[in-house]
């Protein structure tokens, strides 16, 4: 494991963080989470798709009384721990490596579920190198976070939340179709428009999606932006 270190500035910070080379480094994603973030003293916490356990610190930090975090990386157990150690809340959150929720226990109900996920379409990812294991969220980069949607479900309490972040780089539409018809409210909390790289415009994946309908992208004079979304879902 190639150990390395990101400093967050995001909300709660400075703090530091240790990363490897095969955990998801934090991105404009993750701070716009972070922003809409609101935990209840005591909530037990899902937060899937993890990394090295950012979003599952600060909720922890804020007062969940517990947080289970979860993602596919080999080292995300090692890396998180050392992350929760660091920052002192190592007793309220427990990491898995897994598919999904299929290694949290059963009987857990969450107030919350952060369901950051894998959402970009698999051919962009692997273009990307955004991603450690260069795969992606699916063909249209909609197919995880669906079924990351249909399961979670079960997970949450009645009274409970999930914040979803969508984007214009993958089927966003689909993915909000399936939210909408598994609960009861779909809110949209925050946006933003995001650069992308020039590399990425000069590949072939992305302006092979744009011209499928896949992707949407706007433009600002010379530079192309996708938009960022964070949504709020409950079934009340």
């Not at 701070?31 to 037990?44: F, P």
């Not at 059963?106 to 959402?119: H, P, T």
């Not at 994946?205 to 192309?224: D, F, I, K, N, Y």
Request: glycine letters at 12%; aromatic letters at 6%; charged letters at 25%.
């Amino acid at each position: 494991m190639n150990e390395t270190w990101f400093d967050w500035k995001g909300r709660l910070g400075p703090l530091r963080f240790r990363l490897s080379d095969r955990v998801f480094r934090p991105s404009t994603v993750t701070t716009l989470i972070a922003q809409v973030l609101e935990v209840e003293e005591g909530d037990t916490v899902i937060d899937m798709g993890c990394g090295c356990g950012i979003l599952a610190i600060l909720a922890a930090k804020m007062g969940a009384g517990h947080v289970h975090a979860v993602d596919v990386s080999p080292d995300v157990v090692e890396v998180g721990t050392a992350n929760a150690e660091a920052h002192g809340v190592a007793d309220r959150i427990t990491f898995y490596r897994g598919d999904l929720f299929e290694p949290i226990p059963e009987g857990v109900e969450a107030d919350l579920i952060i369901g950051d996920v894998s959402g970009i379409p698999d051919e962009l990812a692997a273009e990307s190198g955004w991603f450690p294991d260069g795969r992606g969220g699916g063909p249209t980069g909609a197919e995880l976070p669906q079924r990351m949607l249909q399961e979670a479900r079960r997970w949450l309490k009645d009274t409970g939340r999930l914040l979803l972040p969508t984007g214009s780089l993958q089927n966003e539409a689909a993915i909000l179709e399936v939210a909408r018809g598994l609960y009861g409210s779909v809110r949209e909390l925050i946006s933003k428009a995001i650069p992308l790289p020039g590399q990425l415009m000069a590949g072939r994946a992305l302006p092979e999606l744009v011209r499928r309908g896949v992707a949407e992208l706007s433009q600002r004079g010379s530079r192309h932006l996708w938009q960022v979304r964070v949504w709020e879902l409950s079934t009340g």
